[in-house]
T-cell receptor
Framework: DVKVTQSSRYLVKRTGEKVFLECVQDMDHENMFWYRQDPGLGLRLIYFSYDVKMKEKGDIPEGYSVSREKKERFSLILESASTNQTSMYLC??????????FGPGTRLLVL | RKEVEQDPGPFNVPEGATVAFNCTYSNSASQSFFWYRQDCRKEPKLLMSVYSSGNEDGRFTAQLNRASQYISLLIRDSKLSDSATYLCVVNKRNTGNQFYFGTGTSLTVIP
């Protein structure tokens, strides 16, 4: 059974805090992705990675960074959280152009 | 212009009804097409891939029209459990195999 896990389901942080969101997949997928999902805007790609230590900017990378030190783990970092980063964050992984599997999501509230 | 456009709905239909969703995509280079389903406060999950010749999975039928650049999803004999948001997804290999998600169409099946 495929599995993508995220470190937290719910997070509450204060403006200016550094926030780490962790994602782990157990399917040996080379591709991993971070999205945010907001009402009316759908899923927007923040960053993605095709291999270890490799990263590419998505559509909305500003205010975020990522780290992929191991194949199974892809971390999203909010360097200095702001209220407009309150959102649902979804991690995903896939092999090639196949099925994309999502984690359960992290609901982040920045106060 | 958005890569993928969907009517957000909501679609409210009685049990047993047939309902159809359309999705248009902007780039003729798009090569793979999918429908994902997302339940309230859950992650998106693959419902079905869409093949050029059209394909069926039980009560669900997906079709692709490359000339007009749209895909469709038909649900027959709607069940209460079909209530969800349906996301149209398009893959363009010439952009590094990136998936583009529509904002989703909301379906509520009413008893």
């Amino acid at each position: 059974d495929v599995k993508v896990t995220q470190s937290s389901r719910y997070l509450v942080k204060r403006t200016g805090e550094k926030v780490f969101l962790e994602c782990v997949q157990d399917m040996d997928h080379e591709n991993m992705f971070w999205y945010r999902q907001d009402p009316g805007l759908g899923l927007r790609l923040i960053y993605f990675s095709y291999d270890v230590k490799m990263k590419e900017k998505g559509d909305i990378p500003e205010g975020y960074s990522v780290s992929r030190e191991k194949k199974e783990r892809f971390s999203l970092i909010l360097e200095s959280a702001s209220t407009n980063q309150t959102s649902m964050y979804l991690c995903a992984s896939r092999r090639g152009g196949g099925t994309q599997y999502f984690g359960p999501g992290t609901r982040l509230l920045v106060l | 212009r958005k890569e993928v456009e969907q009517d957000p709905g909501p679609f409210n239909v009685p049990e047993g009804a047939t309902v159809a969703f359309n999705c248009t995509y902007s780039n003729s280079a798009s090569q793979s097409f999918f429908w994902y389903r997302q339940d309230c406060r859950k992650e998106p999950k693959l419902l079905m891939s869409v093949y050029s010749s059209g394909n069926e999975d039980g009560r669900f039928t997906a079709q692709l029209n490359r000339a007009s650049q749209y895909i469709s999803l038909l649900i027959r004999d709607s069940k209460l459990s079909d209530s969800a948001t349906y996301l149209c997804v398009v893959n363009k290999r010439n952009t590094g195999n990136q998936f583009y998600f529509g904002t989703g169409t909301s379906l509520t099946v009413i008893p």
